[in-house]
């Protein structure tokens, strides 16, 4: 199997599937593609239909969109879901929520690993939509959101992320959560070589 991640400092959706991927143990290869580059399209284009990080290549299967690798990598570890029927629901429902939704948090909160940026991007509708992430937390059963790890934590590994560059208060169950995400191996590999990309975004540094 390939993976087609982006930039590993700025790409959330690519931290999903890689992060889902190698907390299951996957062997699979990594293709980092630096994103807004002028050759970045035509190279994104050979892999992914839309375009965009992450795409899945198995065999002849190429599964694009962060959700949909998710589901497919589910088909084969059908631990990415919980067991009981009503927290699989639940667990697809925050992470379509979390696919769909919070469009100021990651406007004014991008992803951006090496940096820190206590304060910023707090505006009322950005704290609107960290008020209902904190809801989704507060209900964390420990370590992770639905006990072991599954993709709704996948979903949401990006904003615990986040919420270190911006420096996020957050009460102590989400707190607890926040550090269980952090100290997975995977995400501090993925840190690691965040920290040693050198290129930078301008439109994910918008409070450089
Ligand atoms: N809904 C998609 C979003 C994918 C996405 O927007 N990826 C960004 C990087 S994080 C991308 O590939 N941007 C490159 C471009 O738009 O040219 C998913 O869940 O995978």
Not at 190 to 197: L, N, Q, Y
Request: glycine share 4%; net charge neutral.
């Amino acid at each position: 199997m390939l993976l087609v991640v982006g930039n590993k400092n700025y790409s959330s959706w690519s931290l999903r599937a890689w992060l889902a991927m190698k907390v299951l143990g996957m062997h699979f290869r990594e293709l980092r593609i630096p994103l807004y580059q002028p050759e970045s399209r035509r190279e994104l284009l050979q892999y992914s239909p839309a375009g965009k990080v992450p795409c899945l290549v198995d065999g002849e299967t190429h599964v694009w969109d962060s959700l949909a690798i998710l589901e497919y990598l589910a088909e084969r570890n059908p631990a990415l879901w919980p067991s009981d029927a009503s927290l699989r629901a639940r667990a697809r429902s925050i992470s379509a929520e979390m696919h769909s939704g919070f469009p100021n948090l990651r406007q004014h909160m991008c992803m951006n690993i090496r940096k820190r940026h206590p304060g910023k991007g707090r505006r009322p509708e950005v704290l609107a939509e960290i008020a209902r992430i904190v809801d989704i937390w507060s209900e964390c059963r420990g370590p992770y959101l639905f006990g072991g790890f599954t993709a709704a934590d996948a979903m949401y590994a990006p904003v615990v992320l986040r919420f270190r560059t911006y420096e996020v208060d957050l009460p102590p169950v989400c707190r607890d959560y926040a550090e269980a995400v952090l100290a997975l191996p995977a995400l501090q590999d993925w840190m690691r070589d965040a920290e040693r990309e050198t290129e930078v975004l301008p439109q994910f540094e918008l409070y450089a």
